[in-house]
């Protein structure tokens, strides 16, 4: 079954060029529609919505924090993809 995942664009952007980059099989399965200049819905099968969120599990480790333990610029983004791919 597909699923909905609304997105802003610098997340779509994270996404596409950083996350998926080494995952084409994902990347090409994934429907996308641009509902205005800051709003992305993203639309996939459950299992790859499954495999996004582990993806940024696994990343989430490597310097995503700063020295206070609080989350990057990209620690943020991925802890929103493992919130909003979860299902």
């Not at 943020?76 to 299902?87: C, G, P, V």
Request: proline fraction near 1%.
């Amino acid at each position: 079954m597909k699923i909905k995942v609304n997105i802003t664009q610098e997340e779509y952007d994270y996404l596409i060029n950083n996350l998926l980059n080494n995952h084409k099989e994902i990347l090409i399965k994934l429907e996308v529609e641009n509902n205005d200049e800051d709003n992305i819905s993203v639309y996939l099968e459950e299992d790859l919505a499954d495999n996004i969120r582990e993806l940024a599990e696994d990343e989430i480790g490597m310097n995503c924090f700063d020295e206070n333990y609080n989350p990057t610029k990209e620690g943020w983004i991925l802890e929103h993809f493992i919130d909003k791919f979860y299902r």
